[in-house]
């Protein structure tokens, strides 16, 4: 069975761009979450989404943005971008949302915004 | 203060140690994660606990729920233990399926 897959892997943009990023999680995974991972503030939660619904959100402002499609491929978009933003994005996936269970790490996207 | 503190935060040891990796937290969780991650991102889940004690190869994990701790174990360490290894929890909020993650802590095995 194939892993979480993310794409791009690696993505440099410029301040005031805005970038979206994908997620295709496991198969039979329908909870998809994305983090943002930083020297200084570690990994962080975005938020998650199960059944194209968003469930939860962590303190972003609200230029993070996500979806999520029939086929529980997610999308995150950030617009106007700013430095700050330079980070590893990672999503995670699991079968399901309402009994805890493991999360399966895609690879990451690093995001440099000069 | 940090929900997840872990301690210590760097660890240099030597190929064969025993090495011991501890996690506090402050909030009531329904489970905590073991996660290992190698240079170049990838996060590997270790384990998941919500009580008692799991093992998988050379890796233990145990968890007090009561003391809001886990710790988690390497026997017989290896230069491939090499890696940053992070505790998160979940917190007991209904609805809450985000994670919160420590810190990290950066394991170093010389051979």
């Known amino acids: 069975k194939a892993g979480v897959t993310q794409t791009p892997r690696y993505l440099i943009k410029t301040r005031g761009q805005q970038v979206t990023l994908s997620c295709s999680p496991i198969s039979g995974h329908r909870s998809v979450s994305w983090y943002q991972q930083t020297p200084g503030q570690g990994l962080q939660f975005l938020f998650e989404?199960?059944?194209?619904?968003?469930?939860n959100k962590g303190n972003f402002p609200g230029r993070f943005s996500g979806r999520q499609f029939s086929n529980s491929r997610s999308e995150m978009n950030v617009s106007t971008l700013e430095l700050g933003d330079s980070a590893l994005y990672l999503c995670?996936?699991?079968?399901?949302?309402?009994?805890?269970?493991?999360?399966?790490f895609g690879p990451g996207t690093r995001l440099t915004v000069l | 203060k940090n929900e997840v503190e872990q301690s210590p935060q760097n660890l240099t040891a030597q190929e064969g140690e025993f090495i011991t990796i501890n996690c506090s937290y402050s909030v009531g969780i329904s489970a905590l994660h073991w996660l290992q991650q190698h240079p170049g991102g990838g996060i590997v889940s270790l384990f998941m606990l919500s009580s008692g004690k799991k093992k998988h190869g050379r890796l233990i994990a145990t968890i007090n729920i009561q003391e809001k701790h886990s710790s988690l174990h390497i026997t017989a360490s290896h230069p491939r233990d090499s890696a940053v290894y992070i505790c998160a929890v979940r917190p007991l909020i209904q609805g809450a399926q985000k994670l919160v993650f420590g810190q990290g802590t950066r394991l170093t095995i010389n051979p």
């Open positions: 989404y199960f059944s194209e619904t968003q469930r």
């Open positions: 995670a996936s699991s079968w399901t949302n309402w009994v805890v269970g493991e999360q399966f």
